[in-house]
């Protein structure tokens, strides 16, 4: 019959691998939250044409992403839950991809040049609270729900 010492040591490894198996797989679940927030405001810069203030100079991959300027993120997930570029100066159109920004609260965009098509898509931001949009040079009516 095994020792009691053999049966604790062996239940503390089994334990310590359950949670080192567990913390990877939030691990991983947090950074593909991320990867696609991330690749989301990089599409959003993407479609930037003038940003004379420099200010997505920091949305690249060697600045952790809830501290680039205008994003900020929730404690909990680490997500972006609100995107502020007002009164950046900014020139551009709003990407599409701005929608897979899933735990987004507040767009808010004003006092900029944003120009184009308000996407569809954006009706699928359930947690979308405000959406602060000044826009004047827009090819489409702004009809939302929000």
Known sequence: MASRSNITSSLSCVIVLLVGCFSTSVAAIILRGEGTDREALLAIKSQIRHDRLGVTSSWNNSVALCRWEGITCGRKHQRVTKLDLSQK???????????????????????????GFVPPEIGRLARLKLWFWQIIPLDTQLVTTV
């Open 89 to 115: 100066h900014l020139t551009a159109t709003l990407s599409p991809y701005v929608c897979n920004l899933s735990f987004l609260r507040f767009i808010i965009l004003s006092h900029n040049n944003f120009h």
